[in-house]
Every structure is written in structure tokens, then in C-alpha cells.
């Protein structure tokens, strides 16, 4: 793997200043990011007083957009190999 600063250029355009791997880089530190968050908000849930329904609850709702955009990469994947392979 490249190192972070190394560009991995547009796979549609020639001579553009387009930098998937930095897109990608900002993507999947947001999401490791907020599955951090949506962790903590879970062991909040399983650390609260009584049933822990209300934390329980935020925890689900966290992990449901962490989830969303796992998604969003996993569909993106298949794409980008895709333009990749035909240049």
C-alpha cells in the first residue's frame, strides 16, 4: 500500500486533478471515526443505570450510520475496479 501521501489519480480522467485515494482516506477515517464514537456510545448503554434502553437505543442509531456508510463504499468498490480494469 501506497504511503498517505502518495495520489492515486482519477481512473476516469487523464491529466486531472482529481485524487481518489485522498477522498478515500478522508472517507474511511470518518467512518472509523465514528465507529469509535458508536462504540463508546454502547459501552455508555452497557455501563447506565437500570436497562440502558435510551443508550441502547443511540448506540443502534450509530451504528446503523456507520453501517450506511460501509454500504456506500462496498457499492462504490465493484465501480471503481470496474473503470480501473478497462483503462
Given amino acids: 500500500?501506497?504511503?498517505d501521501n502518495t495520489p492515486?489519480?482519477?481512473p476516469l480522467c487523464d491529466k486531472c486533478?482529481?485524487?481518489i485515494?485522498?477522498?478515500l482516506l478522508e472517507l474511511t477515517t470518518n467512518i472509523m471515526d465514528n465507529l469509535k464514537k458508536s462504540s463508546e456510545k454502547l459501552f455508555d448503554a452497557i455501563?447506565?443505570?437500570g436497562t440502558g434502553a435510551p443508550e441502547f437505543l443511540?448506540?443502534?442509531a450509530e451504528f446503523s450510520e456507520v453501517r450506511h456508510q460501509v454500504s456506500v463504499v462496498?457499492?462504490?468498490i465493484p465501480d471503481?475496479?470496474?473503470v480501473k480494469s478497462a483503462r
Fill in 80 to 82: 471503481l475496479a470496474a
Fill in 8 to 10: 492515486f489519480s482519477c
Fill in 1 to 3: 500500500m501506497p504511503d
Fill in 47 to 49: 455501563e447506565a443505570e
Fill in 17 to 19: 486533478d482529481h485524487d
Fill in 58 to 60: 443511540a448506540a443502534m
Fill in 21 to 23: 485515494r485522498s477522498g
Fill in 74 to 76: 462496498m457499492d462504490v
